[in-house]
């Protein structure tokens, strides 16, 4: 089992910025690939952001591309997404998820074995 606990939602204006994190406790956190999606009221969960088991790879949904940024620590068992330029769209609940897939960079919500409870992230126009 891995356990993902986020932090740093909140509110922010559009074109601010918000760090989120997330700490992953259990199995070892190298082992796994990592990704964070989000979810808007009425809407689905999409993917947002992913980062292979050892940071090199990275890959983003379109519509956050040169604003967000996905990193990891794999010595403090952490995942960032630095997001930058936020706008009111990019408000949703923020998750963060774990792929045992560790050798591909993941982007469907299947291929992801475990979640966090989610963070809210408000972006006011």
């Known amino acids: 089992q891995v356990q993902l606990v986020e932090s740093g939602g909140g509110l922010v204006q559009a074109g601010g910025s918000l760090r989120l994190s997330c700490a992953a406790s259990?199995?070892?956190?190298?082992?796994?690939?990592m990704g964070w999606f989000r979810q808007a009221p009425g809407k689905e969960r999409e993917f947002v952001a992913a980062?292979?088991?050892?940071?090199?790879?990275?890959a983003y949904v379109g519509s956050v591309k040169g604003r967000f940024t996905i990193s990891r620590d794999n010595a403090k068992n952490t995942v960032d997404l630095q997001m930058n330029s936020l706008k009111p769209e990019d408000t949703a609940v923020y998750y963060c998820?774990?792929?045992?897939?560790?050798?591909?960079?993941?982007?469907?919500?299947?291929?992801?074995?475990?979640w966090g409870q989610g963070t809210q992230v408000t972006v006011s126009s």
């Open positions: 998820a774990a792929s045992s897939d560790y050798l591909r960079v993941a982007i469907k919500i299947y291929e992801y074995d475990y």
């Open positions: 980062i292979s088991w050892s940071g090199r790879s990275t």
């Open positions: 259990g199995r070892t956190f190298s082992n796994y690939g």
